[in-house]
């Protein structure tokens, strides 16, 4: 069972954007502007936004919503909380095999997902 190169990478970009809180992906920033470190601009200087390149990540995440139950918990445990296939099974409460074939089978539907004539 092979994995698809592109999705494996949206699927990496994904997890990344959901950990530090990425634009319109459910998560919480890193670093608050009340943090200790955080001071406003000196006397003189304007704010400046903070500028982020294009991400395929909100697209993704509405594709992975639209996953099972199973599914979601499965690329979550591996993605997310990058855990290797035998701690994501005791997790989820299966094989380590199952893990691989689940996360095969997500790559498929995102694909399809993806790819299909309703995401363009």
């Known amino acids: 069972m092979a994995r698809i190169d592109y999705i494996e990478g949206r699927l990496w970009r994904w997890a990344e954007a959901v950990k530090s809180g990425g634009r319109s992906i459910a998560g919480y920033p890193v670093v608050n502007?009340?943090?200790?470190?955080?001071?406003?601009p000196a006397p003189g200087?304007?704010?400046t936004l903070r500028v982020v390149p294009r991400s395929d990540a909100p697209q993704t995440h509405r594709a992975v919503?639209?996953?099972s139950?199973?599914?979601q918990a499965t690329l979550a445990a591996h993605?997310?909380?990058r855990l290797p296939n035998a701690a994501a099974a005791e997790l989820?409460?299966?094989?380590p095999?199952?893990?691989?074939?689940r996360i095969v089978a997500a790559q498929r539907e995102l694909a399809h997902l993806?790819?299909?004539?309703?995401?363009?």
Request: charge should be positive; proline fraction near 8%; aromatic fraction near 6%.
């Open 69 to 71: 139950e199973k599914a």
């Open 33 to 40: 502007v009340l943090h200790a470190s955080w001071s406003p």
């Open 92 to 95: 989820l409460q299966c094989t």
């Open 97 to 101: 095999g199952t893990v691989a074939a």
């Open 65 to 67: 919503c639209r996953l």
């Open 114 to 120: 993806l790819d299909g004539p309703a995401s363009r």
């Open 79 to 81: 993605y997310i909380k």
């Open 45 to 47: 200087m304007a704010p």
